[in-house]
């Protein structure tokens, strides 16, 4: 009876552990699912040609009640994160001192991907760039957000390698904090300039965010493994 009894109590987390398990190993088909349905609802708005009510209410929080003389120079900096000079130099950097075969060309092959496929689908949509609220002057098309899908790609590249090869140590943890903080500001920037609707910085993560976990299964350990096991803090 006792046995039947404990059976009975470790099936449901014998079936959340088994869930678990299976959710980990397809973590990555997961990701695109979900990635790909919230693009491709995104995209069917857009092609109707009206503004979301998502794109309205963050208008109203970003541009209407939180601009200020003191903030703007402070989104100007982190949208400029995203910025081509920057991303030379972090690459440069990464080049120098990341480990693995060619840690540069790793994220110099993610950033060219990610362009020409962002060029390619805002050709492909045509969503004019929002009018009237601008604070920065911006040219092409709007959807999905360039400066987004950049970010995205970068700096969560940046985090797939920190988690893979950097010690189990908190500085792991901060790090790749860090820059999904990074990340989700370049977003935030996007829309407090002016410069684009909340669904094109939604959209733009959603690709990158797909291309990643594609990239970083395929392509990227071609790039950085290392032959050595990474280094555990812990004894």
Not at 45 to 68: C, H, N, P, W
Not at 122 to 132: A, D, L, S
């Given at each position: 009876?006792?046995?039947?009894?404990?059976?009975?109590?470790?099936?449901?987390?014998?079936?959340?552990?088994?869930?678990?398990?299976?959710?980990?190993?397809?973590?990555?088909?997961?990701?695109?699912?979900?990635?790909?349905?919230?693009?491709?609802?995104?995209?069917?708005?857009?092609?109707?040609?009206?503004?979301?009510?998502?794109?309205?209410?963050?208008?109203?929080?970003?541009?209407?009640?939180?601009?200020?003389?003191?903030?703007?120079?402070?989104?100007?900096?982190v949208t400029?994160?995203?910025?081509?000079?920057?991303?030379?130099?972090?690459?440069?950097?990464?080049?120098?001192?990341?480990?693995?075969?060619?840690?540069?060309?790793?994220?110099?092959?993610?950033?060219?991907?990610?362009?020409?496929?962002?060029?390619?689908?805002?050709?492909i949509v045509?969503?004019?760039?929002?009018?009237?609220?601008?604070?920065?002057?911006?040219?092409?098309?709007?959807?999905?957000?360039?400066?987004?899908?950049?970010?995205?790609?970068?700096?969560?590249?940046?985090?797939?390698?920190?988690?893979?090869?950097?010690?189990?140590?908190?500085?792991?943890?901060?790090?790749?904090?860090?820059?999904?903080?990074?990340?989700?500001?370049?977003?935030?920037?996007?829309?407090?300039?002016?410069?684009?609707?909340?669904?094109?910085?939604?959209?733009?993560?959603?690709?990158?965010?797909?291309?990643?976990?594609?990239?970083?299964?395929?392509?990227?350990?071609?790039?950085?493994?290392?032959?050595?096991?990474?280094?555990?803090?812990?004894?």
């Amino acid at each position: 009876m006792a046995d039947i009894e404990t059976g009975g109590a470790q099936g449901p987390r014998d079936i959340a552990r088994g869930a678990l398990g299976l959710l980990r190993q397809n973590l990555r088909v997961v990701i695109v699912l979900v990635c790909t349905l919230v693009f491709l609802a995104l995209l069917g708005e857009v092609a109707e040609g009206e503004i979301m009510r998502l794109d309205t209410m963050a208008y109203q929080l970003f541009v209407e009640r939180l601009r200020s003389d003191a903030l703007t120079p402070v989104m100007e900096g982190v949208t400029s994160l995203a910025s081509v000079v920057v991303l030379a130099v972090m690459a440069a950097v990464i080049a120098a001192l990341a480990p693995g075969k060619a840690p540069g060309w790793c994220v110099t092959v993610n950033l060219a991907c990610v362009v020409a496929l962002n060029t390619l689908l805002k050709v492909i949509v045509q969503r004019p760039r929002p009018e009237g609220f601008r604070l920065v002057a911006e040219s092409g098309y709007s959807f999905p957000s360039g400066h987004s899908m950049v970010a995205m790609a970068f700096f969560g590249l940046l985090i797939w390698m920190i988690w893979r090869y950097h010690r189990r140590d908190a500085m792991r943890v901060v790090w790749c904090a860090f820059f999904a903080v990074v990340i989700v500001l370049v977003g935030v920037s996007r829309i407090y300039l002016g410069v684009h609707y909340a669904s094109d910085v939604i959209a733009g993560f959603c690709v990158s965010l797909a291309w990643l976990a594609f990239y970083t299964r395929v392509v990227a350990p071609l790039f950085v493994a290392v032959d050595a096991p990474r280094k555990d803090a812990r004894p």
